[in-house]
C-alpha cells in the first residue's frame, strides 16, 4: 500500500496562490511505478480529478477548470508532488486530495475510481 498525505490548504482572496503537497511512502514504494494525481470535492458536487502527473511522474494532465493556473511538479528525491495553484477563484473553493494509482489511463485521470490509494484532505477556500 502506499501512503499519502497532503497538506498545504488555506484561505486565500481571489487571486491569490497556494502550493499542495503530497508525500508519497510506503514499504517497497517507488516513485516512478506511480501516478499521483489531485482530486477536488466542492460542497454539494462530485470529487473531480484536475490534475495528473503519470507515466513515470513525467506527463502532467489538467483538467480544462485549471488548466494555466495550476502546475503539477514533483521533487522525487522527497516522493512528493506539488500542485501550484495561482490565480484562484472563488469556484475553486473545495477540498483537495491527493491519490495515486499503480498504473493509469491518462485519459481517465480525472475519475476517481481510477486511483487506488487516497491521503487526507486540505481544504483550500478562496474568498471574493
Known amino acids: 500500500d502506499v501512503q499519502l498525505q497532503a497538506f498545504g490548504g488555506g484561505s486565500v482572496e481571489a487571486g491569490g496562490s497556494l502550493r499542495l503537497s503530497c508525500a508519497a511512502s510506503?514499504?517497497?514504494?517507488?516513485?516512478?511505478?506511480?501516478?499521483i494525481g489531485w482530486l477536488r470535492q466542492a460542497p454539494g458536487k462530485e470529487r473531480e480529478g484536475i490534475s495528473c502527473?503519470?507515466?513515470?511522474?513525467?506527463?502532467?494532465y489538467y483538467a480544462h477548470s485549471v488548466k494555466g493556473r495550476f502546475t503539477i511538479s514533483s521533487d522525487n528525491a522527497k516522493n512528493t508532488v506539488y500542485l501550484h495553484m495561482n490565480n484562484l477563484k472563488p469556484e475553486d473553493t473545495a477540498v483537495y486530495s491527493c491519490?495515486?494509482?499503480?498504473?493509469?489511463?491518462?485519459?481517465?485521470?480525472?475519475?476517481?475510481?481510477?486511483?487506488?490509494?487516497w491521503g487526507q484532505g486540505t481544504q483550500v477556500t478562496v474568498s471574493s
Open positions: 491519490a495515486s494509482a499503480p498504473s493509469l489511463d491518462p485519459n481517465y485521470f480525472r475519475r476517481d475510481d481510477v486511483y487506488s490509494d
Open positions: 510506503g514499504h517497497g514504494f517507488n516513485f516512478d511505478d506511480y501516478a
Open positions: 502527473l503519470a507515466n513515470r511522474i513525467t506527463n502532467a
